[in-house]
């Protein structure tokens, strides 16, 4: 990110105090119908503008879907803010950048600025996965948040996002986008102001609210900018960066930007799926690259995706019509794969995969488990479609409560010796190893049940039980523990040192729960 000292060229300023008008408007009741955000404030405040050229482009531009957002830009201009004027440089600064993200963009536009018109809302928040992803539907954070809007785990459950074994609804298209509005609506609604809403998208609503409660007791303003300095560098970031691409689409000529035409018409259609059908044979039945099936599906984490009355496909039409034409022609099975549930411990990936006909790699690969790992008892995994269960989709309880629970790979027992003590009997060891006295026989050759104090025994004990043995020898015995604890307590009369034992309880606060998590920053893009 460039320096705070860098200055603007002057074409940069003039045209984003130009454009500032379209942001003197404050936001509307959501309760309100649509209307147009722009030309009622800009000609509310200003009744000149109504033959201002530019304001006349603004409004009424909508050659493609970036005229469309421009004419409903309603958020106020975050203004006197040097982290705007540093943003704007950045972003402006990496054309490269900006056509990459602006090419992922043009597959969801149209849809995203649908639904915010639908509900009211300021078109420039179609621009946020800008900053959170880089529209980048696979995008994964290291805090686990994912898809366009990135959603962390938590925050996805509270507005229904699907998260299991089959599919994560935080990278779907139609639901992220659909929860992520009704989230932001839910944040305007509690700060009345859309630049908090969006600091507490990324921040969440309860450290907005603390920010506030501070700014108050110290007399100071709660608008974003007087807010910014309770906030961490990445919220202080926020809204500037989302300000800078406003900035960038609003007159990217003055920047030297050329922006993807994005035609104003939906680039995707949905296609109900009811049955069970392979990712790769959707593809294919579609005529469409795999890549770009999945940058329209990027939800579905297995080969197969589960048919329910909620199972949607996105294609684009013309690729749509292709494949409910080539559907109807195919005469084949249309998934290769169904579920088996793990019934017991012992069931190892060798023996899951000896039952259906294939190979444990083909077991590992397909349900991403790592090598060293096995499957605990109550996991489904997927696994080939044999003759038996060639006609059995996986059911949609299956598909919304599959689990895989997996544990380290070590043996059944462990190979340990033991030196016979005086006291030790063979009834004694083998209740102590939890073995039987046969079969300390047998791994020693004895042919009788009689040890010698000191003779050596070789056992094959339970690992778990082999591992308490060990821990066993390392720890101190009770008494010596007893001992070595009294004289700690005891103050040593050759020296008034004292030694102390640092705490792990640090003073530091957790950080606070972060609703929604940007990727900005933590996921490398291309």
């Given at each position: 990110?460039?320096?705070?000292?860098?200055?603007?060229?002057?074409?940069?300023?003039?045209?984003?105090?130009?454009?500032?008008?379209?942001?003197?408007?404050?936001?509307?009741?959501?309760?309100?119908?649509?209307?147009?955000?722009?030309?009622?404030?800009?000609?509310?405040?200003?009744?000149?503008?109504?033959?201002?050229?530019?304001?006349?482009?603004?409004?009424?531009?909508?050659?493609?879907?970036?005229?469309?957002?421009?004419?409903?830009?309603?958020?106020?201009?975050?203004?006197?803010?040097?982290?705007?004027?540093?943003?704007?440089?950045?972003?402006?600064?990496?054309?490269?950048?900006?056509?990459?993200?602006?090419?992922?963009?043009?597959?969801?536009?149209?849809?995203?600025?649908?639904?915010?018109?639908?509900?009211?809302?300021?078109?420039?928040?179609?621009?946020?996965?800008?900053?959170?992803?880089?529209?980048?539907?696979?995008?994964?954070?290291?805090?686990k948040a994912a898809g366009m809007w990135q959603f962390i785990p938590s925050t996805g459950r509270d507005f229904n996002l699907k998260q299991n074994m089959f599919k994560d609804e935080r990278r779907s298209v139609l639901a992220s986008t659909d929860a992520a509005l009704t989230y932001l609506q839910k944040l305007y609604g509690m700060f009345g102001d859309w630049q908090l809403a969006l600091a507490a998208y990324n921040w969440g609503e309860g450290s907005v609210q603390?920010?506030?409660?501070?700014?108050?007791?110290?007399?100071?303003?709660?608008?974003?900018?007087?807010?910014?300095?309770?906030?961490?560098?990445?919220?202080?970031?926020?809204?500037?960066?989302?300000?800078?691409?406003?900035?960038?689409?609003?007159?990217?000529?003055?920047?030297?930007?050329?922006?993807?035409?994005?035609?104003?018409?939906?680039?995707?259609?949905?296609?109900?799926?009811?049955?069970?059908?392979?990712?790769?044979?959707?593809?294919?039945?579609?005529?469409?690259?795999?890549?770009?099936?999945?940058?329209?599906?990027?939800?579905?984490?297995?080969?197969?995706?589960?048919?329910?009355?909620?199972?949607?496909?996105?294609?684009?039409?013309?690729?749509?019509?292709?494949?409910?034409?080539?559907?109807?022609?195919?005469?084949?099975?249309?998934?290769?794969?169904?579920?088996?549930?793990?019934?017991?411990?012992?069931?190892?990936?060798?023996t899951i995969a000896a039952k259906f006909h294939t190979t444990p790699q083909v077991i590992r690969e397909v349900n991403n488990i790592p090598p060293k790992m096995v499957l605990k008892a109550g996991s489904t995994v997927l696994v080939p479609r044999t003759e038996d269960s060639a006609q059995k989709d996986i059911t949609q309880e299956v598909a919304d409560?599959?689990?895989?629970?997996?544990?380290?790979?070590?043996?059944?027992?462990?190979?340990?010796?033991?030196?016979?003590?005086?006291?030790?009997?063979?009834?004694?060891?083998?209740?102590?190893?939890?073995?039987?006295?046969?079969?300390?026989?047998?791994?020693?050759?004895?042919?009788?049940?009689?040890?010698?104090?000191?003779?050596?025994?070789?056992?094959?004990?339970?690992?778990?039980?082999?591992?308490?043995?060990?821990?066993?020898?390392?720890?101190?015995?009770?008494?010596?523990?007893?001992?070595?604890?009294?004289?700690?307590?005891?103050?040593?009369?050759?020296?008034?040192?004292?030694?102390?034992?640092?705490?792990?309880?640090?003073?530091?606060?957790?950080?606070?729960?972060?609703?929604?998590?940007?990727?900005?920053?933590?996921?490398?893009?291309?």
């Amino acid at each position: 990110m460039p320096t705070s000292d860098f200055k603007v060229p002057y074409k940069t300023l003039s045209a984003a105090v130009l454009l500032s008008f379209a942001g003197l408007s404050h936001a509307s009741d959501l309760s309100l119908p649509p209307y147009n955000w722009v030309k009622d404030a800009a000609l509310q405040d200003n009744p000149a503008l109504a033959n201002d050229p530019l304001s006349e482009f603004v409004i009424t531009s909508e050659d493609d879907v970036w005229g469309r957002i421009r004419k409903g830009f309603g958020i106020p201009d975050l203004t006197d803010n040097q982290l705007v004027i540093n943003q704007t440089i950045w972003y402006s600064s990496r054309p490269d950048y900006i056509g990459r993200t602006t090419k992922r963009a043009s597959l969801y536009l149209y849809h995203v600025v649908e639904e915010l018109e639908k509900r009211g809302m300021p078109t420039e928040l179609a621009l946020l996965p800008f900053i959170e992803s880089a529209f980048n539907p696979q995008a994964y954070s290291t805090a686990k948040a994912a898809g366009m809007w990135q959603f962390i785990p938590s925050t996805g459950r509270d507005f229904n996002l699907k998260q299991n074994m089959f599919k994560d609804e935080r990278r779907s298209v139609l639901a992220s986008t659909d929860a992520a509005l009704t989230y932001l609506q839910k944040l305007y609604g509690m700060f009345g102001d859309w630049q908090l809403a969006l600091a507490a998208y990324n921040w969440g609503e309860g450290s907005v609210q603390r920010a506030i409660k501070k700014a108050e007791a110290a007399g100071v303003g709660t608008d974003f900018n007087s807010l910014s300095a309770y906030m961490p560098a990445e919220t202080r970031n926020y809204v500037p960066k989302l300000q800078a691409v406003k900035n960038i689409i609003a007159t990217p000529d003055a920047y030297g930007i050329t922006l993807l035409k994005v035609d104003n018409q939906p680039y995707f259609v949905s296609i109900a799926k009811t049955r069970d059908i392979d990712v790769k044979l959707a593809a294919q039945l579609a005529e469409l690259p795999m890549d770009e099936f999945k940058a329209l599906n990027p939800q579905f984490n297995r080969p197969v995706i589960t048919g329910s009355s909620n199972t949607q496909i996105l294609l684009p039409q013309s690729n749509a019509d292709k494949f409910k034409a080539n559907l109807a022609k195919w005469s084949h099975a249309l998934s290769s794969w169904t579920a088996h549930k793990v019934t017991g411990a012992r069931e190892r990936i060798e023996t899951i995969a000896a039952k259906f006909h294939t190979t444990p790699q083909v077991i590992r690969e397909v349900n991403n488990i790592p090598p060293k790992m096995v499957l605990k008892a109550g996991s489904t995994v997927l696994v080939p479609r044999t003759e038996d269960s060639a006609q059995k989709d996986i059911t949609q309880e299956v598909a919304d409560n599959a689990t895989l629970a997996m544990a380290p790979d070590v043996p059944d027992t462990k190979r340990i010796n033991v030196t016979v003590k005086k006291k030790d009997t063979i009834n004694t060891l083998a209740s102590r190893y939890k073995v039987t006295i046969a079969q300390i026989k047998s791994w020693n050759n004895l042919s009788h049940d009689k040890l010698a104090s000191g003779q050596k025994l070789e056992l094959h004990v339970p690992y778990k039980a082999a591992v308490a043995s060990n821990k066993s020898k390392a720890a101190p015995s009770k008494a010596v523990a007893k001992s070595t604890k009294q004289a700690s307590r005891t103050p040593a009369k050759s020296t008034k040192a004292k030694t102390t034992v640092a705490s792990n309880k640090s003073g530091n606060k957790a950080p606070a729960k972060i609703s929604v998590a940007s990727a900005s920053g933590r996921t490398n893009l291309k």
